[in-house]
């Protein structure tokens, strides 16, 4: 018996072709299927190789860049010449450009592996989208530009989608708007169609008054890497992953993404999701807020946080640190999860700062211990802060006992906003939360 050596040929998925025709002398059906069996299995195992890979990456490049971002973040705190802001501000920009490609690559191979999760809840999609607008109005108007919101009166108030991934495609579409618009306005109008069984149509359209594009360019922008010309990235930086990943995810929440444009008169983007309507959205809701959180412990006697900050690389405690200097925080640093368990027996604090890859005790180990301890420290919120940002970490490590989440590289300003969060800083000292 002899089985053809002509190369297996994957999908996009990874998943195996036709191959029945590679089977030139194959008599025996139970042979075929043995070795189409194992072909599949090859091809599953390569995809779990990847998707680990891949993770190991992530997790590897994000250490080092945390350091990288936060000291820069720091820096800019403090008092620079006017040179020194610039070559500070040039490694921020290039450190923002640098988790935006390692962002896209992930999200693109976690959507090629199907392993890209869609989960709803309810929202008021008019107030979401004031939300994503206001987030480019400082950008907007140092480039002089206008921005207004169009929203059908088809539409209706609250609405079941996923505002993740919904904010992550719309927001990809008007920062390029803002981006390559250089005088006029930028709108996004907001349009809704029924469909069956109580679902609906919902369309986003971003409209500028840019140099547009002519059909030939029009036809390159929605696949990977690719921008507009080869002068894009050099001008205005980015991956050319936005677009591709904006239509596949819109594709993976029943909808689809365009664009038509006229050279010289400016361009519209459009991309769709299917909704759910609002008297099935509290079937699909998927908020946390249901979980009950334990109280936090009340403030030190002297109103000052006390922050304990678990990290095994001695760069990240130094961001920690650097970040909760503005913060008047007393800060107590340990290098693995035993030494937080010591610390906490002995010392008193109002929130932890928890690696979760770590030697001698790991962050699962070590949030486990907390909570099971009975002590009156078992209830002290704790906050996950890891290299780890694939899909389903958050969800993990929130079940684990852990209170929030935020992936390396950290932002100063999303550090302070979870402290507040989960202290309650806010409320206390009539400070708002940082956005």
């Known amino acids: 018996m002899h089985v ?10 990874g998943r195996p072709q036709q191959v029945v025709s590679t089977f030139t002398d194959v008599t025996d059906e139970r042979a075929r299927d043995a070795y189409l069996m194992e072909a599949l299995t090859a091809a599953e195992r390569a995809a779990v190789s990847k998707q680990k890979f891949l993770a190991d990456m992530s997790h590897e490049i994000r250490t080092p860049l945390n350091g990288v971002v936060g000291i820069a973040q720091a820096l800019k705190m403090t008092n620079l010449d006017e040179e020194q802001a610039d070559l500070v501000e040039t490694i921020l920009q290039s450190s923002a450009t640098l988790t935006t490609l390692l962002n896209d690559v992930l999200d693109l191979s976690k959507i090629e592996a199907g392993k890209f999760e869609i989960l709803r809840s309810e929202q008021d999609i008019a107030e979401f989208a004031r939300r994503q607008m206001q987030l480019w109005k400082p950008r907007a108007q140092e480039k002089g530009l206008g921005l207004d919101l169009v929203i059908d009166v088809d539409v209706p108030p609250r609405l079941a989608f996923d505002g993740v991934r919904v904010q992550q495609c719309l927001n990809n579409l008007i920062s390029n708007a803002v981006k390559f618009t250089s005088s006029g306005s930028v709108s996004l109008k907001i349009e809704c169609a029924e469909r069956a069984g109580g679902e609906r149509m919902v369309t986003m359209s971003v409209s500028d008054t840019g140099p547009g594009m002519d059909e030939e360019t029009l036809g390159r922008l929605f696949q990977p890497f690719t921008q507009a010309d080869g002068s894009v990235a050099t001008e205005h930086g980015g991956t050319g992953l936005g677009l591709s990943i904006a239509r596949r995810l819109a594709k993976l929440m029943g909808g689809d993404a365009s664009a038509t444009s006229t050279p010289g008169k400016g361009s519209v983007f459009r ?34 946080l006390r922050v304990l900050v678990v990290d095994d690389n001695p760069v990240n405690r130094q961001v920690a640190v650097l970040f909760l200097k503005p913060l008047n925080a007393i800060v107590v640093q340990a290098s693995n999860g035993q030494e937080a368990l010591d610390a906490m027996e002995t010392h008193r604090f109002d929130i932890v700062l928890l690696d979760m890859h770590m030697p001698v005790l790991d962050g699962p180990g070590a949030i486990a211990k907390i909570r099971a301890s009975k002590e009156d420290w078992s209830s002290t919120p704790v906050l996950a802060v890891t290299a780890d940002a694939m899909t389903g970490d958050k969800e993990r ?12 590289p950290l932002n100063a300003k999303d550090l302070t906003a979870e402290i507040d969060r989960l202290t309650n800083r806010s409320e206390k000292s009539g400070l708002r939360a940082a956005g």
């Open 4 to 13: 053809s050596s002509v190369p297996m040929e994957f999908d996009e998925n």
């Open 271 to 304: 991309f769709s999701f299917s909704a759910g309507s609002t008297s099935m959205s509290r079937l699909v809701e998927t908020s946390s807020e249901a979980v009950e959180k334990p109280a936090p412990p009340p403030p030190t006697d002297d109103g000052r």
């Open 397 to 408: 490590y929130l079940s684990l006992g852990l209170d929030g989440y935020l992936p390396k």
